[in-house]
């Protein structure tokens, strides 16, 4: 049995549909429910629904064998026991800095002055300011990330931007892209070890679909 981890919204939206074209069906009432472990009509892989950001934490625990995470929640996490094999190409976004339209960027950003950055990505965020020897004081959210600008709690954002239009609705532009992401296929480093058969003929179905 294989337990692979995802979370709900777009991630799993296109997850659905890549396991259907591999032949692996969800129960669509179990989908809307709120049960948090999922079965899928074959029998040799079930779903966890977990918070995008704790996927890396299951899988490298060993709680999941497999997960399905962002490029961008990977790097945040660091991918330590886990194996990062398969780009699936989905939920393609990248990760941004984006201040209020206006805001001196260039003048703030400057070696020795500190700049105010809230974010989801904590790690991400600092090692990005450490390499261009901006001081940053990181201030941790948990979503709507993009209110923090406009009101006056940070003076620059780092998050997620696919379209643009939140940003864009919220007065604010993109000043840096820091990485591009789309969702992988991740392992556990153990478990590609004992249930290896297992892994690599679901790898195969979902290669030949990618
Ligand atoms: O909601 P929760 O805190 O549980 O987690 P989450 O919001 O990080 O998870 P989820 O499921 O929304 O996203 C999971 C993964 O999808 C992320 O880690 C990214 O790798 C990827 N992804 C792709 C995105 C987006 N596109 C995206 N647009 N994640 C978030 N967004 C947000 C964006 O920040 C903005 O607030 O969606 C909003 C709309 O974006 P625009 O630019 O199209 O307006
Ligand atoms: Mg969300």
């Known amino acids: 049995m294989l337990t692979l981890a995802l979370s709900k919204g777009r991630i799993l939206e296109d997850t659905a549909g890549l396991l259907a074209q591999c032949g692996i069906r969800l129960d669509s009432s179990a989908v809307d429910s709120r049960q948090l472990i999922l079965p899928t009509d074959d029998p040799g892989l079930r779903l966890l629904i977990v918070r995008a950001s704790d996927v890396p934490t299951y899988v ?33 976004c990248r990760l941004a800095v984006a201040t209020r339209q206006g805001f001196d960027s260039p003048r703030a950003a400057v070696p020795g002055k500190r700049l105010r950055v809230a974010t989801k990505y904590v790690n991400t965020t600092r090692r990005h300011f450490a390499r261009k020897g901006v001081h940053v004081d990181i201030i941790k959210l948990y979503g709507s990330i993009e209110l923090a600008p406009l009101v006056g709690l940070a003076d620059a954002i780092v998050d997620v931007v696919e379209t643009g239009t939140t940003m864009k609705q919220n007065g604010l532009r993109v000043a840096e892209t820091i990485m591009r992401s ?4 991740i ?20 290669r030949a679909q990618i």
């Open 182 to 185: 789309s969702a992988h296929l």
């Open 60 to 92: 490298q625990h060993g709680a999941a064998d497999l997960g399905i995470a962002g490029r961008d929640v990977m790097l945040e996490h660091g991918g330590e026991g886990v194996f990062q094999p398969v780009d699936l190409g989905i939920a393609c």
């Open 187 to 206: 392992a556990n480093k153990n478990s590609f070890i004992i249930k290896k058969d297992e892994i690599l003929s679901l790898y195969e179905k979902i």
